[in-house]
């Protein structure tokens, strides 16, 4: 059974992103992903400040689609 895209975007983080995120007391949560769209929760010093926030999210969004060509963009969420 293949992974679904929610669960092929948590691999993705869990393996290349959580890592350095983690450094500073970062966390990233998948939340949902459909019709394209991952939306993710930050938690941490990453989710305090806007242009830091993002900056993140459109690195993550370039990333994710070279690999997951189905997400279009990245949607932070509360």
């Not at 393996?15 to 993710?40: C, H, K, N, T, Y």
């Not at 941490?44 to 990333?63: D, F, H, K, N, R």
């Amino acid at each position: 059974m293949s992974e679904s895209l929610k669960e092929q975007v948590a691999r993705i983080l869990t393996e290349e992103v959580a890592p350095a995120f983690e450094l500073d007391g970062s966390r990233i949560e998948v939340v949902d992903v459909s019709d394209g769209v991952a939306q993710l929760r930050f938690d941490g010093v990453c989710s305090s400040c806007p242009a830091t926030l993002m900056t993140i999210i459109m690195g993550l969004e370039q990333e994710l689609q070279k690999r997951i060509p189905q997400i279009a963009y990245i949607e932070a969420v509360i």
